[in-house]
């Protein structure tokens, strides 16, 4: 069974870091993109970041040179590394599995989510 | 950027009527659209793929149809379990945007 678990959310305050971590297993990580969606409360689904199997990276226009994205193989583990943080980037972050090895695919399944806050 | 609108926000349904949801895309995306559900707490699932490609173990009530910039997503006969939100997505370009959503509710 394919399982995606996300940690490293937590309240912190604008203009700082945090790093997102979500932990793979059931699957050949390697061979597939990953994602990450967000979600602010009350609100739709916000795409944000994607890594494909060669290790190219896509982010959304909102968090460019703000975010980084990558993959560790040897742990099956996908980051997101979140810097000058703003109160906007409050939200429930999912990771995602791509369906294909493409970056820009289908996202099945997702993780449980992980919420961050940016608050002072 | 294409951008995808949903409609209607709302619907609302009784168990056993058919419900159909639209997403429209501000230019083409040929078929490459994708459909979710997600109920409260809980994360969104894959429904529909490629416009019109149930995912694995989706039942056969929903069914995706459309091309272009149309689309539609319908359950056939709506059930105690279906009553949650509901979001199109893209994969034909950077970024893969979503839809804003359409609630479908117990009436």
């Known amino acids: 069974e394919v399982q995606l678990l996300e940690s490293g959310g937590g309240l912190v305050q604008p203009g700082g870091s945090l790093r997102l971590s979500c932990a793979a297993s059931?699957?050949?990580?390697?061979?597939?993109?990953m994602t990450w969606v967000r979600q602010a409360p009350g609100k739709g689904l916000e795409w944000v970041s994607a890594?494909?199997?060669?290790?190219?990276?896509f982010y959304a226009d909102s968090v460019k040179g703000r975010f980084i994205i990558s993959r560790d193989n040897s742990k099956n583990t996908l980051y997101l590394q979140m810097n000058s943080l703003r109160a906007e980037d409050t939200a429930a972050y999912y990771c995602a599995k791509s369906v294909l090895p493409a970056a820009r695919g289908w996202f099945d399944p997702w993780g449980q989510g992980t919420l961050v806050t940016v608050s002072s | 950027e294409i951008v995808l609108t949903q409609f209607p926000g709302t619907l609302s349904l009784s168990p056993g009527e058919r419900a159909t949801l639209s997403c429209r895309a501000s230019q083409s995306v040929s078929n490459y659209l994708g459909w979710y559900q997600q109920k409260p707490g809980q994360a969104p699932r894959l429904l529909i793929y490629d416009a019109s490609n149930r995912a694995t173990g989706i039942p056969a009530r929903f069914s995706g149809s459309g091309s272009g910039t149309d689309f539609t997503l319908t359950i056939s006969s709506l059930e105690a379990e279906d009553f949650a939100v509901y979001y199109c997505q893209h994969r034909s370009t950077w970024p893969p945007h979503f839809g804003g959503g359409t609630k479908v509710e117990i009436k």
């Open positions: 059931g699957f050949t990580f390697s061979n597939y993109a």
């Open positions: 890594i494909s199997v060669s290790g190219g990276t």
